[in-house]
């Protein structure tokens, strides 16, 4: 059999840990594929996107600044994972024969996250319905995020971006697709007192990616019975992001997106290879992976 390969396409790549668990895997589990990663300007893009099938490319990844941009040059966005299509952005690409399908897997890989845990730590799945979450920032994850808990059936939405339009325009968005999930824009940083009211507290904000990064949130809203999840998964070379840490000082429940990066890696597996796939399996290699660089999941 051909080897296969795959690939993470970006402008700034330095960082990633795509190519480190997605080899793992393959290494492991003795599948004849490599993960390459290809740093392209923009105007590299569509010819990149346009010899991928003769190049012999598998599928992709995409990451900043090109989530959005890939999109004009697919043959079409995955109707039956409709997630690109609502999202308005891919992560990941299926090429076949004359064919680039365009797919987005953070939202559920988030989704995922939050169950994983969920089960490990309670053997159940997480139970978005009847909670109310507080989503910090209304970029391109917080799309992602704010889409998947609506579709889990989430009783109540607050988004906070530091830019109010992108919370109000995100808002608009949600509440076209899904009313019954009630998002709502905050406009000012003291409105985040509602976290005291709410479950769920998730961060898809760049705050703690930055070792100095401060808090977003007043940490007296930090309550016992709020669950955090913080999107960021590098956290600048402190142990833990800054929200996890002042999370867990306070004995919540608190997660950083490593769990995340790892969930909407196997769901890309999954689209490229079309098969069922050993996820539980796949998802300890991963972890070893990065555990072998120097970072855990938190
Ligand atoms: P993005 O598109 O740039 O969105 C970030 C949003 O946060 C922007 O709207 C930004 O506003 C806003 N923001 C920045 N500082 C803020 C503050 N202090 N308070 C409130 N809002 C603030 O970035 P992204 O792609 O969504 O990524 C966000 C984070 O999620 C990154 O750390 C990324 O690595 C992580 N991520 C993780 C995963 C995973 O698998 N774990 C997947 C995707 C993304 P401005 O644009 O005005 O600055």
Known sequence: MKQMTFGLIGASLKHSFSSDIHNAVFKKLGIKAQYKIFELEN??????????????????????????????????????????????????????????????????????ALNRIERKERAKPFDFRHKVCVLLGAGGAAKAVGFALATEGI??????????????????????????????????????????DSQILVNATPIGMKAQDQLIVNEDFLHENLFVFDCVYNPGGRRMTVL??????????????????????????????????LEDEIFDIMAGALNEKGYSLC
């Open 43 to 112: 105007k590299q893009l569509k010819s990149f996107l346009s010899s991928a099938f003769a190049n012999s490319i598998n599928g992709l990844n995409v990451t900043i600044p090109y989530k959005e941009k890939v999109i004009p040059f697919l043959t079409r966005l995955d109707a039956n994972t409709p997630s690109a299509l609502t999202v308005g952005a891919v992560n990941t690409i299926k090429v076949e024969e004359k064919q680039l399908i365009g797919y987005n897997t953070d939202g559920a890989g988030f989704i995922n």
């Open 155 to 196: 009783a109540g939405l607050h988004i906070y971006d530091i830019d109010y339009r992108k919370s109000e325009d995100l808002v608009a968005e949600i509440k076209s697709k899904f009313p019954k999930s009630a998002p709502i824009a905050l406009k000012q940083r003291s409105e985040l007192e509602v976290i005291r």
């Open 244 to 277: 996890v840490e002042a999370a867990r000082k306070k004995g919540l429940r608190a997660f950083d997106g490593l769990w995340m990066l790892i969930c909407q890696a196997i769901r890309s597996q999954k689209i490229w290879f079309g098969r069922a796939i």
